[in-house]
């Protein structure tokens, strides 16, 4: 990718949870429901999915830098936000070494 005349090599990566992506609409038999007590659960479970997938990337030591984006595809519905939040930043900084910058889209917001 370019930005203002210089090239960085830019890796990208997703985490959905545990879920493989599009698995719901691939046999669809009719609604179905997304309990609030799962809400908390999933949220809990993002620092252990969001660390996983920077690490997965980090543990392949790129020959050159790099950036990388994770699309972090784990919602908890409104709950858990600045607790998330912290969690991309601690990620975020155990893996600064490993790349030239990480970013994070959740939520609609680019961390």
Known sequence: MRIANKMHNVEITSTHGG???GEEYREVKGPTMDPVEDWEARGESIPMFLDEAVGAKS????????WLVVYLN???????IKETEATIERVRARHASSFEAISVLWNGHLY
């Open 74 to 80: 784990i919602s908890a519905h409104g709950l858990l």
């Open 59 to 66: 543990k392949k030591h790129y020959i050159t830098p790099c």
């Open 19 to 21: 879920r493989r992506l």
